[in-house]
């Protein structure tokens, strides 16, 4: 059925007319009150005015290849305007492009050897810049005739908008850009921030849009801040943010809010910063959450035992040793969840990526300690008899032993997996949910979810459930947390509770009558 834009909400109206009236400004708009139509109703009135001539939405892969574009199909109102997606794929598909990066050999992965984290960090780095030199030549053909045909609005990936950056540095020419889930420019250290701070000067007007803005605190808003004002309400370096209102932590490793300061950096942003707090405007259907607390089986805790005493343990005829307490807190995350690496795989689970530091030439390998939630997950999908299962997995292993113990499991990893799931054909769905948290529409599939273990990201775990309790659920949401009863998912479950209290304090702070 297409919508009027009468059918839209009151409150989307106020979120247009926000964009509309404010040249940079960020929208902390909970998922599921329809950011995506009030903002492409202020860009055709911005462009009718003639405020703006090229929009560049900058969004995560999926959503930028099917949120934004499906949404004009929906409405009468925005049926005339066009979208192109100006993703480069990834793949040998730009056979030049790639033959070229093969013979200066820097397609290798050498830097996944090195085990100093920093300097891996940094040579990695050095090869992707030298990497997108090459890719830039081949790029800029292909975005020249891209962008030869002129639509209403342009979209792409976050993690390509650097390579876009660099190579329109010169001739930059989109006057206004939207951020969707601008949390992911948090970190101004990241390659995607750098490039958008590049060419800040030459965007007119820009719009930040998420619902998670500071979850692991207030240390999170200061690059997304920047990149409206650029530095001149919480001061120009992110250094200078902190010493102006955090003390370093006991430890010396984090920062904490001084006294005062919160309030102080509320009343900053106040005027750029519009909330809106989905209980304040919808009647979703109910959230039902069920916890299944288990217990590890006397093998699995032995070994979680030695690790947690003594940073090493034997797991069958291998080993598994911790080098720090990093290290072994995610070691005792994949004890409780089932598998254990025991080849020195080292994975960061609320962003799937990974290194191999050591025995780099021998195949990733990991050991089953037991399956408890593996069963457990299996009861649950027996107990929704036929209805669709959608699952959250964190370490890579959980979801391959997942796959293994459900084999009609399928990843949501694509547009037409996606369209599958929400037309109710796929009965089990797993995913990350950093690649699939954020923005995209899923409540028509189903409205059954089970987190496979804990999340320390509020932000990871609050987009990823309200892809399923949003406008257009019809049914209860029934949350279900399989969890090892023990210290470590018990202290993930409290970090979530403090930061979504913090969060919701800055919400609830930024809210205008």
Wanted: aromatic share 10%.
């Amino acid at each position: 059925m297409i919508l009027k834009k009468s059918d839209m909400h009151l409150y989307q109206g106020k979120m247009t007319r926000w964009i509309i009236d404010n040249l940079a400004c960020a929208l902390w708009a909970e998922p599921g009150l329809g950011k995506t139509v009030a903002t492409l109703t202020a860009v055709q009135q911005l462009r009718k005015d003639f405020e703006i001539n090229r929009t560049l939405i900058v969004a995560p892969l999926l959503v930028s290849q099917t949120v934004w574009p499906e949404e004009i199909k929906k409405w009468e109102h925005l049926e005339n305007m066009t979208c192109k997606n100006l993703y480069w794929p990834d793949t040998q598909e730009h056979i030049e492009a790639y033959s070229e990066i093969s013979k200066k050999g820097l397609s290798s992965q050498n830097y996944l050897s090195i085990t100093d984290v920093k300097l891996a960090e940094k040579e990695r780095i050095k090869i992707e810049k030298e990497r997108d030199l090459i890719i830039g030549k081949f790029y800029r053909l292909w975005l020249t005739s891209m962008l030869s045909n002129p639509c209403t609005f342009y979209t792409i990936n976050r993690e390509q908008v650097y390579l876009l950056a660099r190579v329109m540095y010169q001739d930059w020419n989109f006057d206004n850009v939207v951020l969707d889930e601008s949390s992911s420019f948090k970190n101004a250290s990241s390659l995607r921030w750098k490039g958008l701070k590049a060419v800040r000067g030459r965007i007119r007007r820009l719009v930040e849009l998420t619902g998670t803005p500071a979850s692991r605190g207030l240390l999170d808003i200061w690059a997304q801040i920047w990149l409206i004002d650029q530095g001149e309400t919480l001061y120009r370096t992110f250094t200078n943010y902190k010493q102006e209102f955090f003390n370093k932590s006991f430890d010396g490793y984090n920062w904490e809010i001084r006294a005062g300061a919160k309030d102080l950096i509320y009343k900053k942003i106040e005027h750029m910063c519009l909330t809106m707090l989905e209980a304040d405007y919808l009647e979703l259907p109910e959230l039902v959450q069920v916890e299944h607390a288990l217990t590890l089986p006397p093998a699995a805790q032995k070994i979680y035992s030695d690790l947690e005493v003594d940073f090493f343990a034997a797991v069958g005829d291998e080993t598994v040793a911790a080098s720090h307490s990093a290290s072994l807190h995610n070691k005792l995350r994949q004890v409780c969840n089932g598998a254990v690496y025991t080849d020195g795989t080292i994975e960061d689970p609320d962003t799937p990526m990974e290194r191999v530091v050591k025995n780099l030439s021998k195949k990733k390998n990991w050991k089953v300690v037991h399956d408890e939630k593996i069963d457990k997950l299996r009861s649950i999908i027996d107990e929704a008899e036929g209805e669709p299962v959608l699952v959250g997995y964190h370490f890579k292993h959980d979801g391959w032993r997942i796959e293994k113990a459900f084999p009609k499991a399928q990843r949501l990893d694509s547009p037409e997996k996606i369209a599958a799931w929400n037309r109710g054909e796929i009965g089990i769905a797993i995913g990350h949910p950093a690649s699939m948290g954020h923005g995209l529409n899923l409540q028509t599939g189903g409205h059954i979810l089970v987190w496979f273990g804990f999340t320390w990201s509020l932000e990871l775990y609050d987009q990823f459930w309200k892809r399923l309790r949003r406008q257009g659920q019809t049914k209860p949401v029934i949350m279900h947390f399989i969890f090892i009863d023990n210290k470590t998912e018990r202290a993930m479950q409290s970090c979530l509770v403090q930061r979504k209290a913090t969060q919701n304090d800055l919400m609830e702070a930024m809210k205008k009558p």
